[in-house]
């Protein structure tokens, strides 16, 4: 079946560094979506990409999904402390209505 | 809009008992889904409805019923608890799936 992985699985940064996430698929995507989770709390959706190739950006975060459609990025430049928390990829491969998400990378940034 | 509403927040059930966690959506969303979250392992989703009457399995299925009998209810059944079941449940929710996903605030759920 279908699988998301995504590394690295942890990331320890000092504040004002950079953080990249990356995310692969076993299979080709029909679009992929990122989540943050603080700790103790629920997923939140942050993005949608659906375009092979595309870019999105929301402030100091940079979403890119691959020519491939099945690799997908989000880089955070610049980090701070609010950006603690768990970052997920998930995505829909072929016709199917599954929603399979990514191990997930859990960010830690030290003031 | 309370968004997606779960009960119970905790619950604690003994090896071989059943139980229902609730999920409910005001968003008249047509989508829902239900996963478990365990330490290192994710999301995994368990099952999913793409509108009323409509059910399918996920990645990890077994020892879960779910039903959709109403558009803004979504109900996970565990039929038989086992230890291993111990998670945290989330129930979430979207319009038509082209749209990211609403979460609902998650149920602990141990099993003892």
């Known amino acids: 079946g279908q699988q998301v992985m995504q590394i690295p699985q942890y990331q320890h940064v000092q504040e004002g560094e950079d953080f990249t996430t990356y995310c692969n698929s076993s299979t080709t995507l029909s679009n992929i979506q990122w989540y943050k989770q603080r700790p103790g709390g629920h997923p939140v959706f942050l993005i949608q990409?659906?375009?092979?190739?595309e870019v999105k950006k929301q402030k100091r975060l940079t979403f890119q999904f691959g020519e491939a459609k099945k690799n997908s990025s989000l880089h955070i430049t610049a980090t701070q402390t609010t950006d603690v928390g768990t970052y997920f990829c998930?995505?829909?491969?072929?016709?199917?209505?599954?929603?399979?998400f990514g191990t997930g990378t859990l960010l830690a940034v030290q003031p | 809009n309370a968004g997606v509403t779960q009960t119970p927040k905790f619950q604690v059930l003994k090896t071989g008992q059943s139980m229902t966690l609730q999920c409910a959506q005001d968003m008249n969303h047509e989508y829902m889904s239900w996963y478990r979250q365990d330490p290192g392992m994710g999301l995994r989703l368990i099952h999913y409805?793409?509108?009323?009457?409509?059910?399918d399995q996920g990645e990890v299925p077994n020892g879960y019923n779910v039903s959709r009998s109403t558009t803004e209810d979504f109900p996970l059944r565990l039929l038989s608890a086992a230890p291993s079941q111990t998670s945290v449940y989330f129930c979430?929710?979207?319009?038509?799936?082209?749209?990211?996903?609403?979460f609902g605030s998650g149920t602990r759920l141990t099993v003892v």
């Open positions: 979430a929710s979207s319009y038509q799936g082209a749209l990211g996903y609403t």
């Open positions: 998930a995505g829909k491969g072929g016709a199917t209505n599954k929603l399979i």
């Open positions: 990409l659906v375009k092979s190739g």
């Open positions: 409805s793409v509108g009323a009457g409509i059910t």
